[in-house]
């Protein structure tokens, strides 16, 4: 788990798990890797976890980020949209 950005309105969180699947049936077969970003939107205490198109397609906007230097208003805008797909609210046990 990598925090990739944390803002007074957004946290990003970029999670990646090893599959032992593979393992279980071949220790010569790799690992398989899956990856997905939870946005978390305080403003709405929603979160939503993103995985396979799309977390291909945020990854394409972090790749992008890192090649303009966008600005932070940039940055939130984009993860407001992507914060629109949460349903899931937020609880702290």
Same mark, same amino acid.
């Given at each position: =788990?990598?925090?990739?950005? @944390? !803002?007074?309105?957004?946290?990003?969180? &970029?999670? =990646? +798990?090893? !599959?032992?699947?593979?393992?279980?049936?071949?220790?010569?077969?790799? /690992?398989? +890797? $899956?990856?997905?970003?939870?946005?978390?939107? /305080? $403003?709405? #205490? $929603?979160?939503?976890?993103?995985? #396979? #198109?799309? *977390?291909?397609?945020?990854?394409? &906007?972090? !790749?992008?980020?890192?090649?303009?230097?966008?600005?932070?208003?940039?940055?939130? @805008? +984009?993860? *407001?949209?992507? *914060?629109?797909? *949460?349903? +899931?609210?937020?609880?702290? &046990?």
């Amino acid at each position: =788990m990598n925090t990739l950005y @944390d !803002s007074e309105y957004f946290v990003v969180v &970029h999670m =990646m +798990t090893a !599959s032992e699947d593979c393992e279980s049936l071949d220790s010569n077969l790799p /690992k398989l +890797t $899956r990856h997905g970003f939870e946005i978390v939107d /305080k $403003r709405s #205490g $929603r979160e939503v976890y993103l995985e #396979g #198109g799309w *977390a291909e397609l945020f990854q394409q &906007h972090i !790749s992008a980020w890192h090649a303009s230097a966008p600005t932070q208003e940039e940055v939130e @805008d +984009t993860l *407001a949209s992507f *914060a629109e797909l *949460a349903q +899931t609210t937020i609880t702290l &046990h």
